[in-house]
T-cell receptor, first 113, second 116 residues
Framework: AQSVTQLDSQVPVFEEAPVELRCNYSSSVSVYLFWYVQYPNQGLQLLLKYLSGSTLVESINGFEAEFNKSQTSFHLRKPSVHISDTAEYFCAVSDQGAQKLVFGQGTRLTINP | DTGVSQDPRHKITKRGQNVTFRCDPISEHNRLYWYRQTLGQGPEFLTYFQNEAQLEKSRLLSDRFSAERPKGSFSTLEIQRTEQGDSAMYLC??????????????FGPGTRLLVL
């Protein structure tokens, strides 16, 4: 069975500092990987996804994630965060051939001025 | 283009009562998913439909839960004889017919259920 572990439940950082949100997964088959973001009082939105090809994927607002098959990780990074990045971030995995998403527990990113 | 909508947004009920939630997917999305999210946890898959066919059900979906999508458009999720452990946010998502290996799931705002 698949599982996703987000190693940090909360990550506080200062504005303009770099951040890394960690995600590890376990699966016996090839997977697709996703990061979703939930801003305060809003629904889940897709931030970025890895399906195949280049292991480094980027979002339109400066986040990037790298698929590392040997480490079974898909960590999310941003070189310089903004107050507006305050949100909860969820890592998710889907088996190739399946449709359901398996989510991690979430990481709450708090940006301090 | 409207997003996924869910109704109601909040529901408070007493233990033992039945509740029904509705989800309207994005137009022309033929796949519809239900997830449940409890406090401090990520969403957990409950079930999904392709058109009107229910193709997969999680073991989390006990006999008290039933989901339908009668005409392949909106879906309802009913919980019978609610229990306090059913208190959670119920999320609906939809995706379009796959043109690649997997399509993005678009989530609605959720229905927050509180069972007293």
């Amino acid at each position: 069975a698949q599982s996703v572990t987000q190693l940090d439940s909360q990550v506080p950082v200062f504005e303009e500092a770099p951040v890394e949100l960690r995600c590890n997964y376990s699966s016996s088959v090839s997977v697709y990987l996703f990061w979703y973001v939930q801003y305060p009082n809003q629904g889940l939105q897709l931030l970025l996804k890895y399906l195949s090809g280049s292991t480094l994927v980027e979002s339109i607002n400066g986040f990037e994630a790298e698929f590392n098959k040997s480490q079974t990780s898909f960590h999310l990074r941003k070189p310089s965060v903004h107050i507006s990045d305050t949100a909860e971030y969820f890592c998710a995995v889907s088996d190739q051939g399946a449709q359901k998403l398996v989510f991690g527990q979430g990481t709450r990113l708090t940006i301090n001025p | 283009d409207t997003g996924v909508s869910q109704d109601p947004r909040h529901k408070i009920t007493k233990r033992g009562q039945n509740v029904t939630f509705r989800c309207d997917p994005i137009s022309e999305h033929n796949r519809l998913y239900w997830y449940r999210q409890t406090l401090g946890q990520g969403p957990e898959f409950l079930t999904y439909f392709q058109n009107e066919a229910q193709l997969e059900k999680s073991r989390l979906l006990s006999d008290r839960f039933s989901a339908e999508r009668p005409k392949g458009s909106f879906s309802t999720l009913e919980i019978q004889r609610t229990e306090q452990g059913d208190s959670a946010m119920y999320l609906c998502a939809s995706s379009r017919p796959p043109v690649s290996v997997i399509e993005t799931q678009y989530f609605g705002p959720g229905t927050r259920l509180l069972v007293l």
